[in-house]
């Protein structure tokens, strides 16, 4: 039985286990997705917050002549993704796919996650990028023009 005393497939008994895991042995976990995420990207500046168990990233992103000033927060410690990523200046509006903390909404966390395990961060930062295409053509159009799955938020 999961936390809403629901039953649990065989695949959220497992991506449970290995969270579980992932919590026992943070610093361990988010060294290494912290050495893969500076080896790609060398825009970010990231350091392990070891008080609260998070790998903090910031760094600028610049498309069309403007400048994204993007800030990472990922951990085990989080429930259903690692990630929550924000972008200064940009607030939460449920058509450019947001999560209302007005983190960005990048992949949905049960379809587009590999089976019995998370995203991995080096793999998540390029869909910042496209993101940001995609929120400037909103603004400019009026429509997201990205691949999307709509949110149940009403």
């Not at 410690?77 to 509006?93: A, N």
């Not at 997201?144 to 938020?153: A, P, V």
């Amino acid at each position: 039985m999961n936390q809403q005393g629901e039953k649990m497939n065989l695949i959220e008994i497992l991506e449970d286990k290995i969270q579980h895991q992932n919590r026992l042995q943070w610093l361990l976990y988010l060294t290494k997705e912290k050495f893969f995420a500076e080896k790609y990207f060398r825009w970010l500046k990231f350091e392990i917050d070891h008080s609260a168990g998070i790998l903090i990233g910031q760094g600028n992103l610049f498309s069309n002549h403007k400048s994204y000033e993007i800030t990472i927060r990922y951990s085990p410690f989080y429930r259903y993704r690692y990630d929550k990523i924000f972008i200064k200046g940009i607030s939460y509006h449920r058509d450019i796919h947001m999560y209302p903390d007005a983190s960005l909404c990048l992949y949905h966390p049960f379809f587009d996650k590999p089976a019995f395990k998370h995203v991995e961060l080096f793999r998540i930062i390029p869909w910042i990028s496209e993101w940001i295409v995609f929120y400037e053509q909103w603004r400019r159009y009026g429509v997201w023009l990205g691949k999307e799955i709509k949110h149940n938020d009403a």
